[in-house]
Structures are given as C-alpha cells and as structure tokens.
Nanobody, 123 residues
Framework: QVQLVESGGGLVQPGGSLRLSCAAS????????MGWYRQAPGKQREKVAH???????NYADSVKGRFTISRDNAKTTVYLQMNSLKPEDTAVYYC?????????????????WGQGTQVTVSS
C-alpha cells in the first residue's frame, strides 16, 4: 500500500553531478526517516545517506562532502544530490523509507524499498 519510486539515475563522467529523487505514495500516515543505499556488482548493499523526519542527516564516509540528502516540505520525497562523482560511485541506488501507513482501522510501521536506479560514472 506504499510505493517508493526513484528517478534521476544515468551515465555521467567522473567529476560530474546527478540528482536522484524518490517519491513516496500510498496510504501514508507519516514517514519517519528516509535514506539512500547503493549496491555495486559483487558487493553488499551499503548505506549512503539518511535523513530523519526532523531533518538530521548522516552520510557514509565515502560520500561526505560530495553528496547531500534532503527532503521536500511535505516530507514524502527525498533527494540525493551527488557531486564530484567517481567511478567507484557506480552502483544501483535504492531509496528506503520507514513509513507508518494505514491498515484498516490501525496503523503499522514498516520499511519500504524502491526498485532501484542505476548510476554509472565512466568516461
């Protein structure tokens, strides 16, 4: 009943920039936190950046100073601005959200994932 849809991936040269977006929709009561993860071929999925409902952020050491996570005022869309991209940033990027949603007369809190968007950094 909750969907996360990512967009903004693509091919970019080293040193370039991309902006990823992830929009949440469905029977949402509230979104508690959102984040971005990535998975490169042959590697485990890793957390890239995270933002709470209050706006607190944290980043993986490998992207600090280059990536910025933010949310819109409605707090249903999260963005990842990626600057100074490196070949090692190449991965499928996944949006993640902790969502409290309506379930009949009740609410439940679950973790949701987007379908992933490919980011390729190559000359």
């Amino acid at each position: 009943q909750v969907q996360l849809v990512e967009s903004g991936g693509g091919l970019v040269q080293p040193g370039g920039s991309l902006r990823l977006s992830c929009a949440a929709s469905g029977s949402i009561f509230s979104i508690n936190a959102m984040g971005w993860y990535r998975q490169a071929p042959g590697k485990q999925r890793e957390k890239v950046a995270h933002i709470t409902s209050g706006g607190s952020t944290n980043y993986a050491d490998s992207v600090k100073g280059r990536f910025t996570i933010s949310r819109d005022n409605a707090k249903t869309t999260v963005y990842l601005q990626m600057n100074s991209l490196k070949p090692e940033d190449t991965a499928v990027y996944y949006c993640n959200a902790d969502v409290t949603s309506y379930s009949g007369s009740y609410t439940s809190t679950d973790k949701y994932w987007g379908q992933g968007t490919q980011v390729t950094v190559s000359s």
